[in-house]
């Protein structure tokens, strides 16, 4: 993978060297193989590379003989040998061995139908000198980024918000409303953003900016309508389509590795790499000083029965917060777990052992129906059905295991999800979780709470439901807005591709090959969910490729220690500074007197529920955030050009 | 009317309660109005989380052992339920209940 940035003028204005060096040095821990860039009067496009396939051949931008199309691109197109050969059968040539140059021929051929026939992760922008266009396009889940920014008639884009501030003509301020989102869904539900005027371009959309006018197009829907019944070759197709999507992911020319999480899902990706890949497997895991978070007997049992030769990233008591500033740098917005922190350190061991390519289990818990939140779906529609019962709401003691017992049982914690909404509301499933989330409010300033009006976050995404939702199934409908509010958004960026990419690590998510992904959502729910045990189907083609101790465990959610990663030991001198009264005022975002209760009691050791826990990490991460983004432009820019100097000396200009 | 002196009064309760809950759940709100009928958890209030503090500051401040099926919304739902609740555990076995329990930070 790679960082892609870029402009486009309104006018025939020309695009400086030096501009396009200065957004790309921004990102160069994406692409830190290969630099390189072309300008003309009305195009800018730089390119920081990860060398991964063609590894000699594939420098960017690349262009088609004449020139008329270039591309910039961060990503990998797996099928690139598939489409290739389709496209030489058409009379196309090809100068290299890589995938990039099927954008550009495949551009040529079919225009934004190419991106029907991609499979793969990819974000790119397209210069078309014929139509005077700029194209850009992302892939169908969001794996990979894509920012843009309007200024002046002029197009700023890149993968990155850091390389859009960069440049120097974006305007680097808050969005209240992308805030309240991120306090309400853990992430801006894209195109928004945490920063006023930078947009997000949406998985599965194309956009073409042309004359100074931006258009924008969905190409990919989710259709989350399940069969009746399973197709008797159910089992059979997973497979194949198992053994293909991880079969693709496995074409590199650098060895693949794999994260191992010692879940089912990380395990089958690992498993099936181990039987497909040339070299011998390398595996990495992350594992927790304190049992309750470690998995690391799971983990080591498959590496075992894999053969793999297996590296740890061990998470202590100081590492989280050693390091979560430089996590929220790299995430460019607040965070509610210190989650993606353990990933960021993962991704740095994993460079360090030479390895840049990993497949990892994302997306499967949301296809398969993994989350304990479906349960709980089912059981509240379950309990609601007879509301007297005093047994049915019982069953809710049976979610959550990995929850220490005495605070998942009785008449409090049933309540909490009896009382959270009604079946007919869409985001019925959610309700509970968009509600403990959104307790961060209540230590919103006046002055930000006021500066929101009557922006309501969750109407805005009833607003945007697709046609059709209320039909697909309770779960269905679970599993879309677990896609669009945390998967894409959160799970793939900010834990995703910002801390594998912090360190120049592609993570590949075999689980979201888009054939996966609609075979599994078409399935029945039951084949999937069956009763309260999850992920039926693929624990049942896991039996006899992993250990039983995998394959009949329990769905165990990653996590990460929140509040003890901060006040459990020495605390950190920025932890203090930041959360201060007068630091907290002065950022304006939430009230000091609320922030100094909390921060009481997360020193008096008392704050040990989920609420306070977001809560102290989403403000101490927006303090972080508002520092390194808001506080100090002037000192970004000037390190930003500092790099520039460092970055110019490997540059090479296209033009 | 409280008939018996061994034991804190109702209204002591829910006060003392009421102070604990506010400095403890409602820090971040302090304009909030918590009546003594205002269900804890409903509101938000308290999850079943703060419930197990709640529940260890019962038992601390007013010498009491509460047992696991007694934590239900009829006993601890409301300030109101948790002074009858408390009150009665308190006065009815005699096994309980200070006018002057410790404090409780």
New interface residues.
């Given amino acids: 993978m790679c960082g892609l940035a870029g402009v486009a003028r309104a006018r025939p204005q020309g695009v400086s060297a030096e501009l396009l060096e200065r957004m790309a040095t921004a990102i160069r821990h994406r692409g830190p193989d290969g630099f390189g860039l072309h300008a003309d009067d009305r195009i800018g496009l730089a390119h920081v590379r990860l060398s991964v396939i063609d590894v000699a051949g594939g420098a960017q931008p690349m262009a088609n003989e004449d020139g008329d199309v270039r591309v910039i691109y961060n990503g990998e197109i797996y099928n690139y040998l598939e489409l290739r050969h389709e496209l030489q059968l058409r009379g196309h040539v090809f100068r290299t061995r890589s995938d990039t140059e099927v954008l550009v021929h495949g551009y040529e051929q079919w225009g934004e139908g190419l991106l029907e026939r991609l499979n793969g992760q990819f974000a790119f922008a397209l210069h078309d000198r014929r139509t005077a266009s700029l194209f850009l396009a992302r892939d169908r889940f969001g794996i990979l980024p894509l920012y843009y920014a309007e200024r002046g008639g002029d197009l700023y884009f890149a993968s990155e918000i850091k390389a859009l501030f960069a440049s120097g003509a974006v305007e680097q301020a808050l969005d209240p409303e992308g805030l309240d989102e991120v306090f309400t869904f853990w992430a801006a539900r894209p195109p928004r953003t945490p920063f006023r005027g930078i947009r997000a371009l949406e998985p599965g959309t194309w956009a073409r900016w042309r004359d100074g006018v931006l258009s924008i197009r969905r190409y990919y829907a989710l259709d989350l309508t399940a069969a009746a019944a399973a197709p008797a070759d159910a089992l059979e197709t997973l497979d194949e389509l198992l053994r293909s999507g991880v079969r693709l992911r496995m074409r590199s020319d650098v060895p693949v590795g794999g994260y191992l999480s010692g879940g089912l899902d990380s395990s089958i990706a690992c498993a099936l790499a181990a039987q497909l890949s040339p070299y011998d497997l390398r595996t990495f895991s992350v594992t927790f000083d304190d049992p309750q978070l470690d998995e690391s007997m799971f983990q080591q049992a498959v590496a075992s029965e894999l053969g793999s030769r297996h590296a740890v990233q061990r998470i202590g008591g100081g590492e989280i917060a050693r390091v979560f500033p430089d996590v929220v740098r790299h995430a460019e917005t607040p965070l509610l777990r210190t989650a993606p922190a353990p990933l960021y350190l993962l991704s740095r061991l994993t460079r360090e052992q030479g390895i840049k390519v990993v497949l990892s289990g994302e997306g499967s818990d949301e296809v398969f129906l993994g989350y304990d939140l479906f349960k709980e779906t089912l059981v509240r529609l379950f309990c609601l059905r007879q509301p007297d019962s005093r047994r049915r709401p019982r069953l809710f003691d049976r979610l959550y295991g990995y929850l220490p017992p ?8 049933r ?2 999800f009896l ?1 959270a909404g009604s079946p007919d509301d869409p985001l019925f499933s959610h309700l509970p979780r968009f ?2 989330t959104t ?1 961060i409010r ?2 919103y300033s006046d002055r930000f709470r006021a500066g929101l009006g009557a922006f309501d976050a969750l109407g805005e995404l009833r607003q945007s439901l697709p046609t059709g939702f209320m039909g697909w199934s309770p779960l269905g409908r679970a599993a879309y807005l677990e896609i669009v509010t945390l998967l894409s958004p959160y799970l793939l960026a900010a834990q995703g591709d910002r801390m594998a990419m912090a360190h120049g690590v592609e993570a590949r998510v075999p689980f979201l090959d888009h054939r996966l992904v609609e075979f599994a959502v078409g399935l029945p729910d039951r084949s999937r969910l069956c009763g309260l045990r999850e992920k039926a189907i693929l624990r049942r083609w896991a039996e006899g490729t992993l250990p039983r101790a995998i394959t009949g465990r329990p769905k165990q959610p990653y996590r990460a220690p929140d509040v003890p990663a901060f006040f459990g030991g020495p605390e950190p001198e920025y932890v203090g500074e930041l959360l201060d009264p007068a630091s907290v005022r002065r950022t304006g975002i939430f ?1 000091p ?2 922030v100094a ?2 921060v ?2 997360c020193r ?1 050791g ?1 704050a ?4 306070e826990n977001q ?1 102290l990490v989403a403000i101490l991460s927006t303090q972080l955030w508002h520092r390194e983004f808001l506080d100090a432009p002037a000192r970004a820019r000037a390190a930003a050009s500092s790099g520039t100097r460092q970055a110019a000396a490997g540059a090479s200009i296209a033009a | 009317m409280d008939q018996q002196t061994t034991g804190p009064a109702q209204s002591e309760i829910v006060d003392r309660t009421r102070a604990y809950v506010r400095e403890n759940f409602l820090y971040m709100r302090p304009d909030w109005k918590l009546g003594d009928e205002d269900p804890l958890l409903g509101s938000g209030v308290i999850d079943s989380i703060g419930v197990i503090e709640l529940v260890e500051f019962l038992q601390d401040a007013f010498q009491l052992a509460i047992a696991e099926e007694e934590i239900t919304e009829r006993n601890l739902g409301t300030l109101g339920a948790i002074g009858r609740f408390v009150y009665q555990k308190c006065h009815a076995n005699g096994s309980g209940g200070s006018l002057r329990p410790r404090q409780v930070a």
């Fill in positions: 005495q605070t998942r049982k009785g008449d409090f914690w309540r909490f009382d509600r403990l307790r209540d230590f009230n007197d609320a209760g909390l009481r009691r008096a008392l040990t529920g989920v609420g809560a």
